[in-house]
């Protein structure tokens, strides 16, 4: 049995698993509940400047029968009163004293009401705090939330105000609505912050009813920019945190991974690209707490057969192979191979190849079922096929190298070798 | 042992007829299914299908919520969609042939999605065809049954004016008056054709029999093309002596009534033997035990490998209590006051192939009692061969000659009489609903060509 413990700068759970900030993490019943179900720790809902929310709050994207491939909110911070969320954080760290409570935090923009609301924080005996620069509505307008991520010299001031007063771990919290989460990654760590998460929401219309002509949510007739998160964003998060892991600066502290957690596959995932811990809400908000027991059974099988013994035994192990473009290795040439025996003749490798790629299937018409070939010398291995066929394993592409050596782009310029031959 | 109607309570009649593959209940159900399609390309399920409806497309079409694009792609292939959607044998044609069967999973449910779409749009009266300007050219039709019908609609569309010569007093041919009642309701069948006739440009002439009310030379001088869709007739006879015992009826008469006249009224007999083993012979063996029979055998000649039904429609057979007797053809029918009490058969073994290419059944000299009041007989339809004759068109054993269309197994319904046209049963010989709507399409599009208007 693998060890799933984690130690994220002292903060400590019995799984990397951690309740992202979110309204599942907004009151201690929700905590206790989730406690009790296994999850590893909580960042608790964003404490700070008072705020109203609005009703409705979510809408969401649903795909080829599926609902909620992306979730997107307009929901605030917490809206209940400070004190008794302090109250229930210090509650919940009394019954669970094994489980990670992290208390994100977005106080009013000036040094005075974030040092105080760090002080009352600490009170309640929580193990980190996590600072709030990647909201992407309703604060914004006040100069919070990703007004602050988005200015890596606004955020570097504010972390400086923390840094003066926090006794805890400090991880700043990301925006995905830049161009690039490095520069504000780099002014958080340079300014001190022990640890970075990321990311936030993207800034979204998740879609506009047909019948009504208003975007979603609708909020009386009306309708404004949301945070989308959920398995949809995954592949944007995991470049991001890519980008901080290969960073100089930023990898030299935790990450805790956000967006689109959704199995042990993707908390596997994460890690690769440098996640000591990763966050999850949306699949909690479709399915509730339960899913915990899957994603800690399915990690720790996968890591039983790969022969991990515990997390940081592969955190981080992907990043290096994600390289430059130019770096690439242009002897190395696949082609695409249909199995025959697994061929079901849906033909539907046949017309991407044929309308979006390379024209390399050859069609032998049958009654009813034609049959699919593949034209090796036409294929340039782009995968597309292998990747619409409906059948595990019935495309394969085969290595066939172009040449011995591995040559990349630079090299291939340098000695004049031909371009345009396929 | 009698053979009585009424032997049900109403509400049994109504459980015993009951729809035998129901609808798709909501949306959500529908979507679940449409979504697990795959959107094959040049598919397999369309190729299998003989109006060849662009099933991957309609199926999406219900995926996207574009349900009158979805009946759109279904009617403008197939205008009795919505009916074949309840009676085709798609085990053997659309979904037979989905690749889902490949990879030993359940196939799309393409019958029961097509029926989502086509009802929908029957039953809203979706005006998705659109009558071209009239054309001012005239054409009769004899019988409004699937061909007669599908011709019909196309030429409509074109703008040609259809008249339809019908001897029943209701349309839709078999559809309406020769498949099992738990397939196709009477409402549904009356619904279909007026959905169908909503185009416009279509007059059915009921009770107007070819060779009684109406001659075909006189249809040729009023009209500017004729077409022939007059089906086939009753049941072939099994010539055997005492056949025409009371209690020996025919299965398409006996179909017949059950759809014309309601279930109570329809006698059926005890014990009851049905012989044949062909879609026609499990609906009236089915319907006879629906109907209160205690007892219904099938009695086929050869075996479960060269039966003309599907499994499927075996299943129904089997599900309904129906005993099978393979490899048994009747020699001889026994009454006692000129009413049938016994069945003679001989057990047969199978030989070398015939001329059908099946294993021919040969008699082994054993025999078989059966104790019966009703024998149905159901070992294929004979054409109407004295009209065909009668019109004096070139025939094959009473079936009407006609010209080879495009595809494979294509006819263009030319007759060698110019102007006239004929398809469907009364040319294959008895085949399924959409085989007759897709010779309507063909013969529709040849006399298109033949008055020289341009198909819409």
Redesign the interface.
């Known amino acids: 049995m693998a060890d799933l413990s984690t130690d994220f700068l002292g903060i400590r759970s019995p799984n990397p698993y951690w309740l992202a900030s979110a309204p599942p993490t907004d009151k201690q019943i929700n905590v206790l509940r989730a406690f009790e179900a296994g999850w590893g720790g909580v960042v608790w809902k964003t404490l700070g400047s008072q705020v109203k929310n609005v009703s409705s709050r979510y809408s969401a994207v649903d795909y080829h029968g599926s609902r909620v491939m992306g979730l997107n909110n307009i929901e605030l911070i917490s809206d209940r009163p400070l004190d008794l969320n302090l109250k229930e954080i210090r509650e919940c760290i009394r019954l669970f004293p094994d489980r990670a409570m992290v208390v994100s935090l977005m106080a009013d923009n000036d040094r005075q009401s974030w040092q105080e609301l760090i002080k009352k924080v600490e009170d309640t005996g929580a193990h980190g705090l996590e600072l709030n620069f990647g909201c992407p509505h309703g604060m914004t307008e006040r100069g919070m939330g990703a007004a602050v991520g988005q200015d890596p010299e606004i955020a570097r001031l504010v972390v400086e105000w923390v840094m003066e007063v926090a006794s805890i771990p400090v991880i700043t919290k990301l925006t995905p609505n830049v161009h690039s989460v490095v520069p504000t990654g780099r002014a958080a760590v340079e300014a001190g912050s022990q640890a970075l998460s990321l990311i936030n929401t993207i800034q979204s219309v998740t879609g506009v009813d047909l019948d009504t002509f208003i975007p979603n949510p609708n909020v009386g007739g009306k309708s404004t920019f949301g945070g989308y998160c959920g398995p949809a964003v995954k592949p944007i998060a995991l470049k991001m945190l890519t980008t901080i892991a290969q960073d100089p600066v930023t990898a030299k502290v935790p990450v805790s991974g956000i967006g689109g957690i959704s199995t042990w596959k993707d908390a596997a995932e994460f890690m690769l690209l440098g996640s000591t811990s990763v966050q999850v809400c949306t699949a909690v908000m479709k399915q509730g707490f339960r899913i915990i027991e899957d994603l800690c059974e399915g990690l720790s099988n996968w890591m039983d057969e790969k022969g991990f013994a515990r997390t940081t035994d592969f955190i981080g192990r992907s990043v290096p192979t994600l390289t430059h473009w130019e770096d690439l290795d242009m002897n190395y040439h696949i082609v695409a191979r249909i199995d025959p025996a697994k061929c079901i003749h849906c033909g539907l490798c046949y017309i991407a190849c044929e309308d979006a790629s390379h024209q390399s299937i050859q069609l032998t018409p049958g009654n009813p079922y034609n049959t699919y070939t593949i034209k090796e010398p036409e294929c340039v291995g782009c995968n597309l096929c292998k990747l619409i066929c409906p059948v595990d394993d019935c495309i394969t592409m085969v290595e066939q190298r172009l040449g011995e050596e591995y040559l990349n782009w630079k090299e291939f310029q340098q000695r004049g070798l031909p371009l345009n031959d396929h | 042992m009698a053979i009585l109607p009424h032997r049900l309570t109403d509400p049994e009649y109504a459980q015993n007829f009951s729809d035998i593959h129901p609808p798709f209940e909501t949306r959500n159900a529908a979507?679940?299914d449409?979504?697990?399609c795959?959107?094959?390309?040049?598919?397999?399920?369309t190729?299998?299908c003989p109006t060849g409806i662009d099933v991957p497309k309609f199926i999406q079409q219900i995926?996207t919520d574009n349900l009158k694009g979805s009946a759109h792609t279904i009617l403008s292939s197939n205008i009795m969609g919505a009916g074949c959607s309840r009676v085709c044998p798609v085990e053997k044609l659309c979904e037979g042939?989905c690749?889902?069967n490949?990879?030993e999973e359940e196939p799309i449910p393409i019958a029961r999605l097509q029926r989502w779409s086509t009802e929908k749009a029957i039953a809203d009266r979706w005006p998705i065809f659109q009558r071209a300007a009239s054309t001012g050219k005239k054409v009769a039709v004899v019988g409004a049954g699937p061909s007669g019908l599908s011709l019909a609609h196309v030429l409509a569309r074109s703008g040609v004016d259809v008249t339809i010569y019908e001897k029943e007093t209701k349309g839709g041919g078999l559809m309406t008056y020769g498949i099992a009642a738990y397939k196709v309701t009477p409402e549904f069948c009356e619904d279909e054709l007026n959905y169908i006739l909503s185009i416009g440009g279509i007059t059915i002439r009921y009770e107007q029999e070819l060779g009684r009310d109406i001659r075909l030379d006189e249809l040729q001088q009023q009209y500017d093309a004729v077409f022939l869709a007059f089906g086939v007739g009753l049941a072939r006879r099994l010539d055997i002596p005492g056949e025409d015992l009371a209690g020996m009826v025919d299965a398409l008469r006996f179909i017949y009534d059950i759809r014309a006249n309601g279930y109570p009224s329809v006698p059926v007999g005890d014990k009851v033997a049905v012989i044949g083993m062909g879609m026609t012979a499990i609906d009236a063996a089915t319907q006879a035990r629906r109907l209160g029979a205690a007892e219904v055998t099938l009695v086929y000649r050869r075996t479960q490998e060269e039966m003309p039904c599907t499994t499927a429609e075996l299943d129904i057979a089997l599900l309904d209590g129906c005993r099978i007797l393979w490899l048994t053809a009747p020699t001889a029918a026994l009454g006692e006051n000129g009413r049938l009490t016994q069945l003679l058969c001989s057990r047969m073994r199978l030989g070398d192939p015939d001329n059908s290419g099946r294993r021919a059944p040969i008699d082994t000299g054993e025999t078989v009692t059966l104790q019966v009041d009703m024998v149905i007989k159901a070992a294929g339809q004979v054409p109407f061969a004295g009209l065909v004759a009668g019109s004096g068109l070139a025939q094959d054993k009473g079936r009407i000659v006609v010209g080879p269309g495009g595809g494979v197994g294509a006819t263009d319904g030319s007759t060698d009489r110019s102007g006239v046209f004929a398809g469907g049963d009364c040319v294959n010989g008895g085949k399924e609903v959409v085989d007759a709507v897709q010779a309507g399409k063909d013969a529709a599009a040849a006399i298109l060509n033949y008055l020289g208007v341009t198909k819409k």
């Open positions: 979507l679940i449409a979504n697990r795959l959107f094959c390309y040049d598919a397999p399920c190729k299998s995926a042939a690749v889902y490949l990879m």
